[in-house]
């Protein structure tokens, strides 16, 4: 893994530096309901094209009730698969509009139902509630695959940040027990391990030379960490302490070099590929946490990158050489296909988290 970590990778570059001033978020400051305020859309939802958009009541934890959106393509499912994603926002805030763009993006750019799984946020449903929550979906989703269009043995789940870090223990989980066969996941910027159990000997200096980092500072990991209150060594927290790692199924990987998450990311990526499993990854230099949420080329070019993951994690991906445009190229990377119309084509700040620009 050294390659991908080339020098220079947390010091914010030119892409970002033209629109700061415009992004206001920060975990670093703000109550979780002035954290809510922020990342709210502010107009609704456009009507869907080339999909069908479903909201719908689930199952939750110890008897609650989750909700689902559910995307479905025209025609049938790519190779009947199904993607399950999990939002992020820190365990505390997000829901299923925070992603929705992104989530009909994956659904058209792959002609795959998509299944996005809102949960009960801290900080006043705390750790467990949230990961249960979404524990209670996949199981919703293992049981329900034929009306969803899926086939049992082509389910994927993915997530950013927070929703990387439930997708990470989850997919652990369904190994683990043997209740839900998960082919393929998806971790976007995630946290793997509580900072207070960091194992010695693994570099997670990202925690210093991304301390004041944009959107997801140190102290606005510890923030989010206060709110959700976790157990730091249970493996719902933590799954890089995991001991067994094989088995696992194939991961697509995304990393933000000016993250204090980047450590979590390449340590978890080392298990992964210490124990055999198939990985791809897409390093994002000079940007930080969370910056596919913004309107930007680079998070265009996320996008683009994550959709071809996707095909290559539900075998649908054609002979193309990933030398000069897969998802396992790191920097510098010009767009090598033409997919749908990414997430930036509405008004920015439509998606723009926290940015104060007109649009």
Not at 198 to 224: K, N
Request: aromatic residues 8%.
């Amino acid at each position: 893994m050294g390659s991908y970590r080339e020098p220079g990778l947390h010091i914010l570059g030119p892409e970002w530096l033209e629109i700061a001033d415009h992004v206001t978020l920060s975990f670093g400051k703000g109550t979780p309901e002035e954290l809510r305020n922020q990342v709210k859309l502010p107009f609704e939802l456009p009507p869907p094209s080339g999909m069908t958009i479903t909201d719908k009541p689930v199952p939750g934890y110890d008897g609650g009730t989750n909700q689902v959106r559910i995307y479905k393509p025209e025609g049938p499912s790519t190779n009947g698969a199904v993607l399950i994603y999990v939002h992020g926002g820190g365990w505390t805030i997000g829901d299923l509009d925070t992603e929705d763009a992104f989530c009909r993006t994956v659904c058209t750019g792959n002609q795959i139902v998509v299944v996005s799984m809102d949960y009960r946020k801290a900080p006043e449903h705390p750790f467990p509630i949230g990961i249960e929550d979404v524990w209670a979906g996949v199981l919703w989703v293992q049981n329900n695959l034929e009306s969803l269009g899926g086939k049992p043995d082509n389910l994927i789940m993915g997530g950013l940040s927070a929703g990387g870090n439930i997708t990470a223990a989850l997919v652990q989980r369904a190994k683990s027990t043997g209740l839900v066969s998960i082919r393929g996941h998806i971790l976007r910027e995630p946290l793997v391990v509580h900072p207070a159990v960091q194992p010695a000997g693994v570099d997670f200096s990202s925690y210093v030379d991304s301390e004041d980092a944009p959107i997801l500072p140190a102290l606005g990991v510890h923030h989010c960490l206060e709110w959700y209150k976790p157990v730091p060594d249970d493996l719902r927290m933590s799954p890089l302490l995991a001991e067994d790692f094989s088995g696992l199924p194939p991961a697509y990987v995304q990393i933000a070099g000016v993250d204090p998450l980047r450590g979590d990311a390449f340590a978890y990526i080392d298990k992964l590929q210490a124990a055999g499993v198939p990985v791809r990854v897409s390093v994002y230099p000079r940007l930080p946490h969370a910056f596919q949420m913004v309107p930007l080329k680079s998070s265009q070019q996320s996008d683009k990158e994550l959709i071809y993951a996707v095909k290559w994690l539900i075998g649908s991906e054609q002979d193309e050489d990933t030398s000069t445009g897969g998802p396992d190229r790191l920097s510098g990377r010009e767009p090598w296909a033409d997919h749908q119309d990414m997430v930036n084509k509405w008004c920015g700040c439509a998606i723009a988290v926290g940015c104060g620009c007109s649009g």
